[in-house]
């Protein structure tokens, strides 16, 4: 059963810097691409950020250059590392894996990231 669990959000004035990570289980974790994507107050999911398995990275314009994805693949985790936050960053952060042979993409639960003074 895969399970995928965020962590690292919180409130952080607008200019700080947060380290989200995903833990994962019950898929062969190096295999695979895996993703960031957010949802603010009001509005659709959106795309973060994605991470494939030969390590390769891909960014939304807006947070390019502020934010780095990378991955563990001897803990199974992949990280999101956000700096010069703004408050609209302002979202519940998901991360998700994508089944290609299925079709399919299972995501986390989320975590909170409010940027405010």
């Known amino acids: 059963q895969v399970q995928l669990v965020e962590s690292g959000g919180g409130l952080v004035q607008p200019g700080g810097s947060l380290r989200l990570s995903c833990a994962s289980s019950g898929f062969i974790f190096s295999f695979y691409r895996m993703g960031w994507y957010r949802q603010a107050p009001g509005k659709e999911r959106e795309f973060v950020a994605h991470?494939?398995?030969?390590?390769?990275?891909n960014y939304a314009d807006s947070v390019k250059g502020r934010f780095t994805i990378s991955r563990d693949n001897a803990k199974d985790t992949v990280h999101l590392q956000m700096n010069s936050l703004k408050p609209e960053d302002t979202a519940v952060y998901y991360c998700?894996?994508?089944?290609?042979?299925?079709?399919?993409?299972?995501w986390g639960k989320g975590t909170l990231v409010t940027v405010s003074s």
């Open positions: 991470i494939n398995r030969s390590g390769n990275t």
């Open positions: 998700n894996v994508f089944f290609p042979a299925s079709g399919t993409t299972d």
